[in-house]
C-alpha cells in the first residue's frame, strides 16, 4: 500500500470519530510520499513539540561549552536558590531537568492553567516548590524541567533562546521568521510556545531522523541526538496513568521513545506529532486541534507508524 493511500485511509478514520486532524506528511528520506492539508498552511502552536527543540538547543549549547549537563541548577541561578533549600533541590543538575527526573511534586502548573495567567515569575515558582524524589530517580513531566534547562541558556548566551537559536536551527532548518512565545518575565516559554506549520514540522522531523543532521549538514551534535534519543528514564507511569498504548517506553533528553526500539518522537498537546523512524528512513508529521490526543496518537501508530 502507498504512503498516501495510508495517509487516506487515516484521514478517513479520524472523519469518521469527529477526529480533528489538520495536516498529515510523510517523508521517506527527503521525500514527501503522502500528504493531507484541511486548512492552509499556517503556523499553529505546537505545545510540547517546543521540548524536543530545546533539547536540541542543549545540545548546541553543550558543544559550545555553554553549560555543561551535569551542573546543578543551584549553582546556575543562585539567585533563585531559597534559605531553607532542601537536599534534594541542591542535588538537580541540567539533565535530571532534560530527563524529567528533577524531584519536584507533581506537574506543578501547566501553559493553559489558570497559575500560568496570574503568577509573573516562573523560575522563582519552580525553586520555591516542594522537592520530593531524589533527582534521577522518578520521572515525572513538568514543563518547568524544560524551562529551567532554556533559561540556563538563556543566561550564559545573554539573549532569548529564539535568537539564540535562530542562525544555530532555525535557519539551518529553512524556519524564517520563527515564532516562540515568552513567560512574564520575558523568558521563552520552552515547554510550549513555539509556533510552526506542517512543513516546518516536517523539517524538524528529519532532522530528528538525521540524529541531529539536515540536507547533510549537521545542526545539533550527532552524539548528543544519540544520547537524547537513547533510553534514559523508564517512564512507563505515562502509559499507566494515561492510558497511552503507544507510550511509557523510555524517555531520552526531552524525547519520547516509541515501541518496540524503532524511533523516537517529539510530541505536543491536542494531537502533534513529529515522529522519526530510522530503521525505515521515515518521518511521519502530525498536527491536530483535538482533545482526544490519545485517540488521535492510537492511531497515528496503529495506521501509520505501524503500517509503513
Given at each position: 500500500m502507498s504512503d498516501q493511500s495510508l495517509v487516506d485511509d487515516f484521514i478517513r478514520k479520524t472523519f469518521s470519530e469527529k477526529l480533528c486532524v489538520n495536516h498529515v506528511q510523510i517523508h521517506r528520506g527527503n521525500d514527501l510520499t503522502a500528504h493531507y492539508d484541511r486548512l492552509q498552511r499556517l503556523r499553529l502552536p505546537v505545545y510540547s513539540?517546543?521540548?524536543?527543540?530545546?533539547?536540541?538547543?542543549?545540545?548546541?549549547?553543550?558543544?559550545?561549552?555553554?553549560?555543561?549537563?551535569?551542573?546543578?541548577?543551584?549553582?546556575?541561578?543562585?539567585?533563585y536558590v531559597p534559605d531553607d533549600a532542601g537536599e534534594y533541590l541542591k542535588e538537580v543538575t541540567l539533565k535530571h531537568c532534560l530527563t524529567m527526573s528533577a524531584g519536584?511534586?507533581?506537574?506543578?502548573?501547566?501553559?493553559?492553567?489558570?497559575?500560568?495567567?496570574?503568577?509573573?515569575?516562573?523560575?522563582?515558582?519552580?525553586?520555591?516548590?516542594?522537592?520530593?524524589?531524589?533527582?534521577?530517580?522518578?520521572?515525572?513531566?513538568?514543563?518547568?524541567?524544560?524551562?529551567?534547562?532554556?533559561?540556563?541558556?538563556?543566561?550564559?548566551?545573554?539573549?532569548?533562546?529564539?535568537?539564540?537559536?535562530?542562525?544555530?536551527f532555525f535557519e539551518p532548518l529553512e524556519i524564517g521568521n520563527p515564532e516562540w512565545r515568552t513567560i512574564p518575565t520575558g523568558q521563552t516559554n520552552a515547554g510550549g510556545g513555539l509556533l510552526l506549520n506542517i512543513d516546518d514540522l516536517s523539517r524538524y522531523a528529519q532532522l530528528l531522523l538525521g540524529f541531529g543532521s539536515f540536507m547533510g549538514k549537521q545542526i545539533v551534535p550527532s552524539d548528543y541526538m544519540r544520547r537524547a534519543s537513547s533510553f534514559q528514564i523508564d517512564n512507563s507511569s505515562l502509559m499507566a496513568d494515561d492510558n497511552r498504548k503507544y507510550s511509557g517506553y523510555g524517555y531520552g533528553y526531552q524525547f519520547l521513545l516509541d515501541p518496540d526500539d524503532d524511533g523516537y518522537r517529539s510530541e505536543g498537546a491536542y494531537g502533534q506529532f513529529a515522529i522519526a523512524i530510522p530503521s525505515k528512513e521515515t518521518v511521519i508529521s502530525v498536527m491536530s486541534l483535538e482533545g482526544n490526543q490519545r485517540r488521535v496518537g492510537t492511531l497515528v501508530f496503529e495506521m501509520l507508524v505501524d503500517r509503513v
Open positions: 513539540i517546543s521540548k524536543g527543540v530545546t533539547s536540541c538547543a542543549a545540545g548546541i549549547a553543550e558543544a559550545e561549552n555553554l553549560i555543561d549537563l551535569n551542573e546543578k541548577i543551584v549553582d546556575i541561578f543562585p539567585e519536584q511534586n507533581g506537574r506543578l502548573f501547566m501553559n493553559d492553567s489558570y497559575e500560568s495567567h496570574t503568577v509573573k515569575d516562573w523560575v522563582g515558582y519552580f525553586f520555591n516548590s516542594d522537592f520530593v524524589n531524589k533527582p534521577g530517580t522518578k520521572w515525572e513531566y513538568c514543563n518547568f524541567n524544560t524551562l529551567i534547562v532554556s533559561c540556563a541558556i538563556e543566561k550564559r548566551a545573554g539573549t532569548t533562546l529564539l535568537e539564540y537559536l535562530r542562525d544555530r
